[in-house]
């Protein structure tokens, strides 16, 4: 057997502060876990009609794309989709990447130049972070969702200016005060860049997002939505200009260099896309839920939030992967946060209400956590 000692000192290190991940199957419990905001990852019969009318495409296998945009593997249906979505959006265009963390790698690695500054919400997704960590600009993250020391950073900032946020944040469930921050981009000619993941499908009234929903869309330098969410399937688009389409075809990496979904994938993503503004209901439920949660009585701190993420905080790696193994033995699919991917001493269970759950089953939860 290969000797690959050298990789056991950071494991310990990793055990030894209780942090150390395994992989684990949700064993048919309620779920409270996943990001299928709208269920719409549970619509079988939707799911079976879109691979089964991708038999084949175009005398083509459905099952792969057999390469990447530039060589054999673009076809009409990726631009339609791609078309689309961008007229959903309100977007000039739009350019689908294969995941959401290759999308914000490709955009933030290749747009910013050296001489330029990238000035990035502290919390950003680490897809944001490290396509900023391999752009050749200056960077420096601002406090979470602090306007004061936004601007105070972008009073320094040299170059084309970029400020990246998010439109929900993943592991606070809040949003980014996008008005202010499109005032402040305009007051000082900075490119804002919206991360939309945790809002697409479920923020706006047809589930389009918080720029749409603000109507601040044509702000925006570029926005990623990401499918892997409430789209209940796997990609991302980056909406912009005509200009940003070209310049991410002939730049981004992750672009270039990657194999490009299938048809059958793209199909899905067209149908879910396609769902999206007729979903009144589940979307009326989900905030149901959310507001029954926020404003039960629990025996942890709960942070603010009017979006599907509630989370509640449970200080220290082994008090609170106790609390979810409690919820576990109770068939609830709820995972501890644990340091360092958040702060010690903010270690948290992220829970994931979706337009499936019950109130019953909300309530169960309610009662386990009180």
Not at 294 to 300: C, M, V
């Amino acid at each position: 057997m290969y000797n690959d000692d050298f990789l056991q000192s950071k494991l310990l290190e990793r055990k030894e502060q209780n942090a150390f991940r395994t992989l684990r199957l949700p064993d048919d419990k309620i779920d409270f876990c996943s990001n299928d905001y709208l269920g719409i990852a549970r619509l079988g019969e939707t799911l079976s009609d879109a691979y089964l009318q991708l038999i084949t495409y175009n005398s083509q296998p459905s099952s792969g794309s057999t390469g990447s945009r530039l060589l054999a593997g673009n076809y009409a249906l990726i631009e339609e989709t791609e078309k689309q979505i961008a007229s959903f959006h309100q977007a000039e265009a739009g350019l689908i990447f294969n995941s959401g963390y290759d999308a914000n790698l490709g955009l933030l690695s290749c747009v910013p130049q050296r001489g330029d500054t990238i000035i990035y919400d502290f919390l950003s997704h680490a897809s944001i972070r490290d396509g900023i960590r391999l752009s050749q600009a200056q960077s420096y993250a601002f406090l979470h969702n602090d306007l004061n020391d936004l601007e105070r950073r972008l009073k320094g900032a040299t170059g084309n200016i970029f400020v990246v946020t998010e439109s929900v944040f993943s592991m606070d469930g809040d949003y980014c005060p996008l008005s202010e921050i499109v005032t402040l981009c305009r007051q000082y000619n900075a490119h804002l860049i919206l991360d939309e993941a945790h809002a697409t499908g479920v923020v706006g009234k047809g589930g389009e997002g918080l720029a749409q929903q603000l109507q601040l869309q044509d702000d925006l330098f570029a926005r990623v939505h990401t499918f892997g969410k409430a789209c209940g399937c796997h990609g991302a688009v980056v909406l912009g200009s005509n200009s940003l389409r070209d310049y991410l075809i002939n730049f981004a990496r992750s672009f270039i260099y990657s194999t490009a979904l299938p048809p059958a994938a793209i199909n899905v993503i067209a149908n879910s896309y396609a769902l999206f503004p007729k979903m009144h209901k589940e979307r009326e439920h989900l905030n149901t839920l959310i507001n029954y949660f926020q404003s039960a009585t629990i025996a942890y701190p709960k942070l603010i939030s009017t979006t599907p993420i509630q989370v509640v905080v449970v200080a220290g790696n082994t008090e609170v992967k106790r609390v979810a193994d409690l919820l576990q033995n109770n068939s609830l699919d709820i995972r501890p946060i644990l340091y360092p991917t958040v702060p010690k001493g903010s270690e948290r269970l992220r829970i994931v209400l979706h337009s499936f759950n019950t109130l019953e089953e909300v309530k169960l939860l309610v009662g386990l956590l009180a």
